[in-house]
């Protein structure tokens, strides 16, 4: 490639080239998710038969006329049965692409699971969800894994109403079901999802509630299917704080009545200390730390997660000054081969400039990839 000069500038012929390129990959990708494909291609096994989740190695791809964006680039972690996993990380970093890989909504041919598997144990049978071709995603998708999204009213049809798009659940899920059997499994999840006139809001139309309203009918909307995971990408970022705060609880509540597991992404860390039991902390499409709320928040290893934690406000800081993590996420079509924190890091030591840092278990449960903590090599001679 002629762009030695480090520019991000690419000329047409550069464009052409990697438009070529991407076309390739991305037509035998599609034409994988949209194959015949006989069970056993996406039937698996877990590794932890106490895992609901097993996410292994994943990579996702955007392929844009820039270059390749890998938005997620090799992230493991697991999601144990009735627990929930608060997966952190600054705007950028992957959470949304991870949760939409795990649910299929990556919008192609741009966005691709390029490799990697998502296992998932689902009530009789274990698939590889990244396996799955878009034909069987729906044995899955809405069923035993649901998803709740941030901004209710985009996902809520304006000219339904509630109840219509409650019923309609049932009736993907269930064919057979009655209106009336419909209807009451759909008052029956308004109620439980705290609302005090179920009747009146399934008359509603969404534009007649409020926004926590609004969300808490998407997660009545949610778990009518009885899901064993519930996905909820910054469930309560559009949301004030009062309603925040009780929207948290409702699904604090909930994880037990349904005897589910959560994975609940958001950019803050004082929600994931309320609500999870482990933490995935993520920088730039990557894992950089994970473990138990209790060893992120009391001993945080890596210089990202300390950062990050400086970072949140507290009731008991004296200073007005917010903390800030100095610096840029390197640019995602061209990451570096180091860490990719190394521009930000302010305890960068000589073995930082070297090969990205392996995921080192400092605890059972504690992981963390800095090179702070590698052990040094063993002298041979
Ligand atoms: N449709 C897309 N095309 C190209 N890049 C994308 C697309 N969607 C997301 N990305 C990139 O993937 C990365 C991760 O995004 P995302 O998972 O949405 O971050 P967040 O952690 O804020 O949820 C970002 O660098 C983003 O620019
Ligand atoms: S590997 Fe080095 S640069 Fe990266 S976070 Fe650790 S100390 Fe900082
Ligand atoms: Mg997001």
Redesign the pocket.
């Known amino acids: 490639m002629k762009n030695n000069k480090k520019s991000s500038y690419l000329s047409g012929r550069e464009i052409r080239a990697i438009a070529k390129q991407n076309k390739k990959i991305m037509m035998s990708l599609e034409a994988k998710k949209h194959r015949r494909a006989k069970e056993e291609e996406f039937l698996c096994e877990m590794k932890d038969p106490n895992n609901i989740l097993e996410i292994d190695d994943l990579h996702t791809y955007?392929f844009?006329d820039q270059g390749v964006?890998k938005?997620?680039n090799g992230v493991s972690f697991n999601i144990p049965k009735n627990k929930t996993v608060g997966i952190v990380?600054?705007?950028?970093?992957?959470?949304?692409?991870?949760?939409?890989s795990v649910m299929r909504l990556l919008?192609g041919p741009?966005?691709q699971i390029y490799s990697g598997a998502i296992r998932f144990a689902a009530e009789d049978k274990t698939y590889d969800i990244a396996q799955m071709p878009m034909s069987e995603i729906h044995r899955i998708r809405g069923k035993e894994i649901a998803m709740i999204f941030q901004e209710p009213m985009t996902s809520l049809n304006p000219i339904f109403t509630i109840g219509d798009q409650l019923d309609e659940v049932t009736y993907i899920h269930n064919p057979e079901a009655t209106a009336e059997q419909a209807q009451a499994r759909s008052l029956e999840m308004l109620k439980l999802v705290g609302i005090a006139a179920p009747e009146r809001v399934y008359n509603s139309y969404p534009h007649e509630l409020s926004g926590g309203m609004r969300q808490r009918v998407m997660i009545s909307m949610a778990l009518v299917c009885n899901p064993r995971l519930i996905i909820a990408?910054?469930p309560t970022t559009a949301l004030d704080v009062t309603i925040q705060a009780q929207i948290l609880d409702l699904l604090r509540d909930l994880k037990d009545k349904i005897n589910g597991s959560i994975m609940l992404?958001t950019?803050d860390l004082g929600v994931i200390a309320e609500m999870a039991d482990f933490v995935v902390v993520?920088y730039a499409?990557k894992v950089i730390e994970m473990g138990t709320v209790q060893e992120i928040f009391k001993n945080p290893m890596h210089p990202y997660t300390i950062g990050l934690q400086k970072s949140k406000p507290t009731m008991q800081s004296d200073s007005d000054v917010l903390f800030n993590i100095p610096g840029n996420?390197p640019n995602?079509v061209n990451m570096p081969t180091h860490c990719y924190f190394k521009e930000r890091c302010d305890r960068c030591c000589d073995k930082c400039g070297g090969d990205y840092p392996d995921m080192i278990r400092v605890s059972p449960t504690h992981y963390v990839s800095c090179h702070l903590y590698t052990k040094e090599e063993p002298n041979n001679g």
Request: include cysteine; hydrophobic fraction near 30%.
């Open positions: 955007f844009t964006v938005a997620v990380g600054e705007s950028g970093c992957g959470k949304s692409v991870t949760s939409m919008q741009t966005g990408d910054e992404i950019h993520m499409g996420v995602p």
